[in-house]
């Protein structure tokens, strides 16, 4: 073998040799690339169709919502007021003692009801949240709650109060009140305080405290269709929401939402 | 200028050194069996040029020097491959262990340079490393770029590429004393600072995800 063949040969074998090899690299980066693009693409379509999905059931959870509030306060508010006059009548019509005061007493319990179911009726329909305002819906929400279920329940505002806008003061109402409801209905508190943070720059903090028999983490996180709403409704926010309790000393739910999207 | 093209090679070899030291406890296994791979590297370069100064033959250095090299490999690719069977790489590591006894004994004793073992050691290590870009080709790895073993692979398939045919045709480029030899040879040693460059630069890039296993 002449030198200038081997030569040849080396120089050639090696051009090939690291040229085949930088091609295998940049074919494997380009092919993992697309790949890689194209699982971007699917997640972000499976999010946006999930997005989609959880928003149309709000929505019609929602719409159902506003029927049962238009139906107690239409409805069975009108009966009730109805009765309510007709008990009126009968105790002032009435001549026998025992007749009046019975009717008197099932008037006052009357009107309590009637009382309180506006106070449903009003937090069921997501136009009482647009008119009053976030702060005082979430008021009123707890002035029934006070009467209804003897829980202590404050609410403690800070920061310069503004509109979110409708539908994220609601999406942030329902959260409270799923927290509120959970609360109540699980772990008997006798104290719960919402702290509204309105922080500067346009981020807003709502923490939901009680001090009832809170529960163990790792055994409820994954299963309560109450947390999941919360979770849904914090993703459509934007928000970050995080749940902390200790069995016996109560539950924190906190809920964050950036200034970007606050 | 041979002079400075050792000197660099030094340094790049100190650098690589250093960058490993550097991150050395966020190296994972694998990741410190490359580390030792270069540490033996460094050693073995530094001895060469003490021998050299001291005209004392350095072949059966290179000798002890790829058994521990290809030994080191193998262990890296076990490590760092999903679909790498301990068999493959026992099978690889035979292969190669025959053709050198058989060298030894044969052909290039443990006194004269040892490039018929090179050559079989980049055959060997060049087949892993297709594997290996093969394995993770055919994974569910998507986004290699943060997969430290892939750029490892990458810098390793493209160094004993480089080298290959330097080992099978440089005993007769001596031999024959082929005025192009200069050249060659600061084209092996320019690999060589690449390659060490790559594999430092990959150690910085920890902690990540090595692993695909």
Redesign the interface.
Known sequence: MSNSYAVLIFVIGTLIMMLFAFTLVIFLIIHKKKRYEHLLEKQQMANDYQTQLLQSQLEVQEQSFKYFSEEIHDNIGQLLSIVKMQLYNIRNNSKEQETITKATESNELLGKAITDLRNISHTLNSAFVSNAGLADAIEKDLEYIRSAKDVSCTLHRSGEERDLGNERELLIFRIIQEAIGNAIKHASPTAIDIYLEYRQGGALNVMIQDNGSGFDMSEKMNGGIGLNNMHVRAGLLKGIIEVSSIKDRGTIIALEITAEVA | MMHFFDAVYSITLLFCILSGLFVYKRLNASANVIFILVLLAGLTEYTGNVFSFFKINKAPLYHIYSLLEITLMSVFFLMTIKKYKKKYAIICFSFWLTICIINAQCFQPITKFNSYMLITESFVI?IMS?YA?YA??SSD?????RDNSFWIW?VV??FW??T???W??IE??YK?G?K?IKL?TYFQIVINILFYLGIGAVFLRYPGKLKTK
């Open positions: 060049i297709l870009l993770i080709l790895v998507v986004n290699v770029f990458t398939l493209l590429s480089g290959f045919f330097y099978a045709y007769l480029f024959e082929i192009f060659i």
